[in-house]
């Protein structure tokens, strides 16, 4: 972990609740999942658990990432939704502030990503080891020495967005891993949020699509 771990102390933020499926709103510098060790037990997923027993991981956002999450109530609904994660079928939307002025006004990062092993969990561009990843950006709005931008991941590699956002020279926001100096040290949080997560239901395949809007 970049720091100690002083999770928030909120309340679930429960955005949707059926048969077969949990969705949430995830607060900012709250674990997915445990960590190693005790001190790090504390998460959405335990949390979650300690409402709805049956409730299985899905997918993971990082610790310094809020916004929404799909947890499965089922057996049946945790290996449908997997799928679709795995398929690429889950279309996901992030906000997220970074710094400087990102030009043009649309574009799509290609750019291959592999863990760095001397300094995991913090990921690099790698064009001979790395795994695809594909970010398609569009800005929303110019601010003074930032810019608001929504991202799309095409795919799902670990801080996917944050490098890419770093590669293209504008870091998010407050990014303990990726950002250095003002950029960093001036924002409270990581400025990224899962806004939307557009997904078929696990009991019948009706499209249905999950928001929550971004705290900054």
């Known amino acids: ?22 969705v949430v709103n995830k607060p900012a ?20 658990q300690a409402a709805f027993p049956q409730a299985l991981l899905v997918h993971r956002l990082d610790r310094d990432t809020s916004g929404v999450m799909v947890f499965a109530l089922t057996p049946h609904a945790q290996r449908h939704l997997g799928l679709q ?22 574009g799509t ?14 990921q690099m561009v790698c064009h001979e080891t790395g795994k695809p990843a594909m ?32 590669a293209l020279g504008h870091p998010i926001l407050g990014d303990p891993f990726y950002a250095t100096g003002p950029a960093r040290d001036d924002h409270p949080r990581l400025m990224l949020h899962s806004e939307e ?14 928001k929550a809007k971004a705290p900054f």
């Not at 790090?40 to 949390?47: G, K, V």
């Not at 990062?109 to 913090?122: E, K």
Request: proline share 8%; glycine share 8%; with cysteine.
């Open 1 to 22: 972990m970049s720091d100690a771990y002083t999770p928030p102390d909120t309340p679930l933020d429960v955005l949707h609740e059926d048969m077969e499926i949990l």
């Open 109 to 122: 990062v290609d750019l291959p990503l592999i863990v760095d092993w001397p300094n995991r969990p913090r």
């Open 29 to 48: 510098g709250l674990l997915s999942v445990p960590g190693k060790g005790a001190h790090l037990a504390d998460c959405l997923l335990s949390r979650i």
């Open 197 to 210: 997560l557009r997904l078929r239901h696990p009991d019948g395949g009706v499209g249905m699509a999950f």
């Open 85 to 106: 994660f795995e398929k690429r079928q889950v279309k996901k939307t992030y906000v997220a502030r970074v710094a400087g002025r990102l030009e043009p006004r649309k």
């Open 135 to 166: 970010t398609d950006w569009r800005v929303t709005r110019y601010g003074e020495g930032e810019t608001r931008v929504r991202l799309m991941p095409k795919t799902g590699r670990s801080h996917q967005l944050r490098v890419h956002m770093q």
